[in-house]
């Protein structure tokens, strides 16, 4: 990533630039003033110096004047002690360091010693010459002396001179004296000019902070907390985390109006997500909003090491409501059954389980946390119980029940696909446990079940690959000892897996509503070759064709029927329907008219696996059926257990009286064969006489008779 300077860090750069920039200038400032001050000191010492010099200099030339005027006489007279005496007074003055009293000539007279050892000398020092020269006092000065020399007049005539030597050193201790009073002075200005430059700078620099403190925070920070909810707005998060503002300035309007425009997105987005996301039909989320929630959940699951269940629940026959009672109806039952699941979870999940409308009649649910499997369970077994309270749909109550999958995170799964796999297949096993219950997922579910939903795939296609066909076992009958015709009975052929018998995709068939376009195919198929069989004597074949529960609930089933007699021009009463025991009874009024409805075309109707359901020999009165076939349970073991002989032969007779024509299935065995025929059964069917066989193998044995 590369460093981006952003607007605090820009603005920091320029306080931090210009301030800088006024420590330089506070600098030069300071260092000019400096230089001013030693200047300023260097001319304070010269003029001290001057001053001094001066003063000194009229001092030597004020004494030199007076020790003039004072020596005329003596000097005219020649008069020495008097010339020494005051000399000596001169010389007691402090700082003067030589007197010297000279004639016309510059020849020493005096010089105030006691032996007047220089007396006649002429002087030779440098500033000799021009004071014997002169003729109005004069001033020289020469390595730290200052010599003023007078010359001495009697009227008009120059007698003489003196001169006066003053020593500076005096004057030079008083001038360094004064010049470091002078410059301590002036150090003295200098630090307090410091303090105040530093008191200046420091008061400029708080100064400067402050401001920028103030800005950062009334313009940099708004700006940049502006940017971040922009941001996060971005990524869907529409909730502005401050209050509306109290500042009555552009970065307040700015503010608020952001604050505003969240709200206004946000309601924007909730809405696009409720029509996205929520399930029309029971306002729960749907299938992509669950999506999310279980991904983000199992993130969160990762993060906390917490749990997950999910149930998938599928609400069992439910295509039968919606056959029977119309789509509406079946709207409005999932509308009060998702309201009512979801009422269970909340219970249960205490307000945190998730549920959704997974698909047409799925719902899911998802418990996170911690004890997942029992309070799964709970859950499940709420889920049932509110499912076996009835619904009131228009003077008619409802019972449902549903298919519970659960599958637990992180056990069986880690990935959210994975886990809703997981659950189907689990749903899927308490759907072929017998529905109206609820299995855990286990991995050894994985392969019987993904198994049967592989064949559901397979079935799909089988029709369009011409997979099926139908096979026909012939029915024997006992009166007339011939043929009377065969049960249709239908076979898949594999592409990998070769034959799979009925019993193993029937049921997956009626699941998934497949038996539908199967029975119909058998239908049609039946139908068709039987149209074409040899009649042979008085009467001719009949085809039997098994007919599963499901084809009933549709009620096309008898205009289906009656389209296929006119198609293939069979004979109604040639074509016999055969309905198991458990179809009729379980759901009696509709079979009842069902098969009053069949009959009217003219088929047969014959109850199939009869005994099996121990719905008891009375039932048949009240269900219109021509015929029964006895299950092959009870024919293989009747010779060996007297009470299935006792019950077959029960049955017969009972048939009799009512009518109905008996049909004996799995004759094996000639006893098997003789004891039915001595019953008085009618018909028997079996491997005895006949395994079922292709249409032209049929059609040879009719003609064999
Ligand atoms: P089902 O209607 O009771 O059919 C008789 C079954 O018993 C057939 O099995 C037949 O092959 C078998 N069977 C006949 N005689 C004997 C015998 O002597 N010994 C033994 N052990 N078995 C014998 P299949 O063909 O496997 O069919 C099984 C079941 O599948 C049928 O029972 C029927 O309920 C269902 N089924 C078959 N075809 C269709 C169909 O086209 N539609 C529907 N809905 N169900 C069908
Ligand atoms: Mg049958
Ligand atoms: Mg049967």
């Not at 500042?247 to 709200?263: K, N, P, Q, S």
């Not at 995170?409 to 880690?414: A, C, E, R």
């Not at 009958?477 to 249709?488: H, M, N, T, V």
């Not at 198929?525 to 009467?539: F, K, L, Y």
Request: one cysteine or more; a negative charge.
């Amino acid at each position: 990533m590369s460093m981006r300077l952003g607007l605090r860090g820009r603005f920091w750069l320029i306080v931090l630039a210009a301030t800088l920039l006024c420590m330089i200038l506070g600098l030069v400032g300071w260092q000019q003033q400096a230089a001013g001050m030693q200047q300023l000191a260097r001319l304070s010492e010269e003029s001290i110096h001057e001053a001094g010099v001066r003063s000194e200099q009229r001092r030597a030339l004020a004494m030199a004047q007076l020790i003039a005027d004072a020596m005329v006489n003596p000097l005219y007279y020649f008069d020495l002690s008097l010339i020494g005496e005051i000399a000596r007074s001169a010389l007691a003055q402090p700082e003067v360091a030589y007197v010297l009293i000279y004639d016309d000539d510059g020849r020493i007279v005096h010089d105030g010693s006691a032996d007047i050892s220089r007396f006649g000398q002429r002087m030779g020092d440098p500033l000799a010459n021009v004071a014997i020269t002169a003729t109005t006092p004069r001033i020289q000065d020469d390595n730290g002396i200052i010599d003023a020399a007078v010359p001495i007049w009697l009227g008009q005539e120059r007698i003489g001179g003196i001169r006066v030597g003053i020593s500076m050193r005096a004057p030079a201790l008083f001038e360094r004296e004064a010049v470091t009073a002078v410059e301590a002075r002036g150090v003295q200005l200098q630090r307090r000019m410091l303090g105040i430059a530093v008191t200046l700078m420091g008061g400029l620099l708080v100064l400067v902070f402050l401001t920028a403190l103030l800005i950062s925070r009334k313009l940099v920070r708004p700006v940049q907390r502006l940017a971040r909810a922009a941001h996060r707005m971005a990524q869907g998060d529409y909730a502005v985390d401050w209050p509306l503002s109290q500042r009555g300035d552009e970065i307040g309007d700015l503010e608020d109006a952001f604050v505003r425009m969240g709200e206004s997105v946000g309601r924007h987005d909730r809405d696009i997500r409720r029509l996205a996301f929520d399930d029309s039909l029971t306002g729960l989320p749907n299938r992509i909003a669950f999506r999310e929630t279980l991904d983000t959940r199992v993130r969160m699951a990762e993060r906390n090491g917490s749990e997950i269940a999910l149930l998938f629940v599928d609400l069992d026959d439910f295509k039968r409501i919606n056959d029977t009672l119309g789509h509406d109806a079946g709207d409005d039952v999932l509308m009060q059954l998702g309201a009512r699941l979801r009422l269970a979870a909340d219970k249960v999940g205490q307000g945190r389980a998730e549920m959704a409308r997974f698909g047409g009649d799925e719902f899911i649910a998802l418990l996170g946390g911690h004890d997942v499997r029992e309070r799964a369970t709970r859950l499940a077994q709420a889920f049932l119980a509110e499912l076996r309270q009835p619904i009131e749909m228009d003077n008619q109550s409802i019972v449902l029940s549903a298919s519970v999958g659960i599958t637990l995170y992180p056990q069986d799964g880690l990935q959210a696909a994975a886990l809703l796999k997981n659950a189907d297949i689990a749903m899927y096993r308490a759907k072929l446990d017998g529905k109206n219950c609820f299995r855990f997922y286990t991995r050894d579910m994985d392969l019987a079940v993904e198994r049967q939903m592989q064949m559901e795939q397979d079935l799909r296609l089988a029709l369009q690959r011409n997979e099926l066909s139908v096979l026909y076992q012939p029915i024997y009958s006992l009166a007339q000892g011939r043929i009377i015709g065969a049960e249709a009975l239908v076979r898949w052929k594999h592409p990998q897996r070769g034959q799979i018998a009925p019993d193993q995709f029937i049921a997956v068939a009626e699941q998934t509503g497949q038996i539908d376009a199967i029975g119909h195919f058998v239908l049609r198929t039946a139908c068709q070759d039987a149209s074409t069989w040899p009649i042979r004597g008085a009467e001719a074949p009949i085809v039997s064709v098994n007919i599963s529960a499901r084809q009933l609930q549709g009620g096309n089933l008898p205009a289906l029927v009656e389209q296929e007699l006119r198609l293939s021009r069979l004979e109604a009463h040639r074509l016999h329907l055969e309905l198991t025991e458990t179809t009729m009874f379980s759901h009696e009024a509709e079979a009842i008219a069902a098969s009053t409805r069949l009959r009217a075309s003219g088929a047969k109707i014959w109850l199939d696996d009869f005994g099996t359901g121990f719905s008891g020999l009375s039932h048949l009165r009240r269900v219109p059926v021509d015929g029964v076939k006895i299950d092959r349970s009870f024919i293989s073991d009747m010779l060996d257990d007297p009470d299935d002989l006792a019950l077959t032969a029960a049955i017969i007779a009972m048939a009799h009286s009512l009518g109905v024509v008996v049909t004996a299935e799995g004759v094996e065995t000639e006893g098997q064969y003789e004891a039915l025929r001595q019953r008085g059964c009618d018909n028997v069917q079996g491997f005895w006489i006949g395994k079922p066989m292709t249409a032209a193998d049929l059609v040879e044995q009719l003609l064999r008779g």
